[in-house]
């Protein structure tokens, strides 16, 4: 990955990531994951969904106020069953960090982008995340291990 | 943890978390590591430091723009060794995400009320972190599994 254009990533890339979006945690259960959250930290559920492609439920927690656009949350996630992503995660691992989720202001400018400069991508294509974004799972070999998830969330598309 | 007070966390802990300050990421060469996140996203080095106390090599990356009051890192974590927490990490896991850091307006008040409310400490009191920040580890068993950092930014601490 090492070229020229990494001497000025500036230049090439402005504004490439607005903020930290998410952080996805597994849970083998999402009733005890929101309460803890919510009797820890007063953070309450905004957003609570069934993506059957991912095979998980999910439930998006604010951390910080705003909109949509602006907010950032914790994301805990239940696989619907153990031949899931999360699934095979959790029997693997336990519970714990699965991915964080970077916001970005164009989700297919983006992956242009990350892939012009040698990242591998999961999704080839942006797919349907909570809360009405798009998004795309980038590989975690090139980010230091970290399954990265890159969000347009959706005030942002229809701006 | 299950009492009266987790049917309004809201009144009880207003703005406890501010955001998602950072994600803190494990890695054997954070100098590759650097390479890879300012290749990939055009993320900057903002501080770069050796915390001889928690045995790491860290580089804090800006992701989203603001004063350090406002912004939000990629944390890479190098260790100094083999024996240290992130060390034992990266040989029982391998290269990966290892904490999430929230910031908070006030550590010491922050500290007071998640015990109180059923949360054990790694750090009993505030010590020192990234950029001048004070801050304190909670432990993943309460939190899902994550290991859990509360951030107070120089910058809120100063006002």
Known sequence: MADEAANEPDAALPGMLLRIDHVGIACHSLETAIERYGTLFGLR??????????????????????????????QLLEPLGPDTPVGRFLARRGEGLHHVGYAVPDLAAALEAVVGRGARLIDQRP??????????????????GVL??????????ET
């Open 148 to 157: 990265t998830e890159l969000v347009q969330p959706r005030d942002v598309r």
């Open 45 to 74: 559920v905004v957003g609570l969904e069934t993506n059957e492609e991912q095979g998980v439920r999910e439930a998006m927690l604010a951390v910080s106020a705003g909109s949509p656009a602006g907010a950032s949350y914790v």
């Open 127 to 144: 797919r349907h995340g909570s809360m009405g974004a798009s998004i795309a799972f980038l590989h975690p070999a090139d980010l230091g």
